[in-house]
């Protein structure tokens, strides 16, 4: 299975952006890639996923290389709410649904 | 509210005991997945099922028993569990559309099991 490298914690100010890498230099043509994230006491939230184009949605904006070896999930305002586990994962042709350790995201007020 | 019910939301059972964990959706996919969350530790993929056919199990020992009697619930059967399976246990679904992979998974609250 392709996988993801992700640093393991960053920290952010309230209300500013915070961009969120991954590396997945051994994606294969059509894994998607995904990003949940994981709030204190709670399963995981899907988050945003996208193919090749850069995607928007209301909770985040998802970057993606043109070479999809790597992606950047954006918040564009971070609240104390955001802080969470924020995974990246790749999902391909199997239907197994595999995550890393993720990044640990400690918004500061 | 994410549409994947998970039933006890904590279970605390002895190493001898026999019990189930429960995870519904009310979504109509067809794909479920159950999880192993461990403290301080990634999610652990443990079993998948498409279509109610079972199509991975992630090297579990015997002690966990999977069921899905359809495509909308899901159970994980326990039986003499030792004490370092104590851990979050979390339920998913998607929708499988062929072979593309490219619909999000709605994951429940987890039952936390605790093995005494």
């Known amino acids: 299975d392709a996988k993801t490298t992700q640093p393991n914690s960053m920290e952010s100010n309230e209300e500013e952006p915070v961009h969120l890498p991954c590396n997945h230099s051994?994606?294969?043509?059509?894994?998607?890639i995904h990003w949940y994230r994981q709030l204190p006491s709670q399963g995981p939230e899907y988050v945003i996923h996208?193919?090749?184009s850069n995607v928007n949605n209301r909770m985040a904006s998802l970057a993606i290389a043109e070479d999809r070896k790597s992606s950047t999930l954006i918040l564009h305002r971070a609240t104390l709410r955001d802080a969470a586990v924020y995974y990246c994962i790749l999902r391909g042709n199997n239907n197994d649904m595999r995550f890393g350790a993720g990044t640990r995201l400690t918004v500061k007020p | 509210e994410t549409g994947v019910t998970q039933t006890p939301r904590h279970l605390v059972m002895g190493m001898t005991n026999k019990k189930s964990l429960k995870c519904e959706q009310h979504l109509g996919h067809n794909a479920m997945y159950w999880y192993k969350q461990s403290a301080k530790k990634p999610l652990e993929l443990m079993f998948v099922?498409?279509?109610?056919?079972?199509?991975e199990n992630n090297s579990v020992p015997s002690r966990f028993s999977p069921e899905c009697p359809n495509s909308s619930h899901l159970f994980l059967h326990l039986h003499t569990l030792q004490p370092e399976d104590s851990a979050l246990y979390l339920c998913?679904?998607?929708?499988?559309?062929?072979?593309?992979?490219?619909?999000?998974?709605?994951f429940g609250q987890g039952t936390r099991l605790t093995v005494v």
């Open positions: 996208g193919l090749t």
């Open positions: 051994t994606i294969s043509g059509t894994d998607y």
């Open positions: 099922y498409n279509f109610k056919e079972q199509t």
């Open positions: 998913a679904s998607s929708q499988r559309q062929g072979k593309l992979q490219n619909t999000e998974a709605f």
